[in-house]
């Protein structure tokens, strides 16, 4: 199973990036996909989760309203639209996965995944 995240870049506050998960390996459909995020010297969190199907999705409190999860299961990809960045969304960026045991199953916490992705660097200047 591999995880390629990309998208990532340098971006003025206000701007908007999509970030592209391409997962490979497994049957794309069967596996709910999130995004989470790192800054230096702050723990690894949460920012939102697509279900297997694409009809559920959850989001942090932080990124609702801005930021967007979608997938595209022909091309095994989840997206991350996120817009009206500020700079302490910049981070890492990581898309992870795991099988999801129905059509509606989100999860947020990072343990719950065990399938990871490289990461990609968002910078946002202010």
């Known amino acids: 199973v591999q995880l390629q995240a990309s998208g990532g870049g340098l971006v003025q506050a206000g701007g908007s990036l999509r970030l592209s998960c391409a997962v490979s390996?497994?049957?794309?459909?069967?596996?709910?996909v999130a995004w989470f995020r790192q800054a230096p010297g702050k723990e690894r969190e949460f920012v939102s989760a697509?279900?297997?199907?694409?009809?559920?999705?959850l989001y942090a409190d932080s990124v609702k309203g801005r930021f967007t999860i979608s997938r595209d299961n022909a091309k095994n990809t989840v997206y991350l639209q996120m817009n009206t960045l500020k700079p302490e969304d910049a981070a890492v960026y990581y898309c992870?996965?795991?099988?999801?045991?129905?059509?509606?199953?989100?999860?947020?916490?990072?343990?719950?995944?065990?399938?990871w992705g490289q990461g990609t660097q968002v910078t946002v200047s202010s």
């Open positions: 697509i279900s297997r199907s694409g009809s559920d999705t």
């Open positions: 390996g497994v049957a794309f459909g069967n596996y709910l």
């Open positions: 992870a996965a795991r099988w999801g045991v129905d059509d509606t199953l989100v999860l947020r916490t990072r343990y719950s995944y065990n399938v």
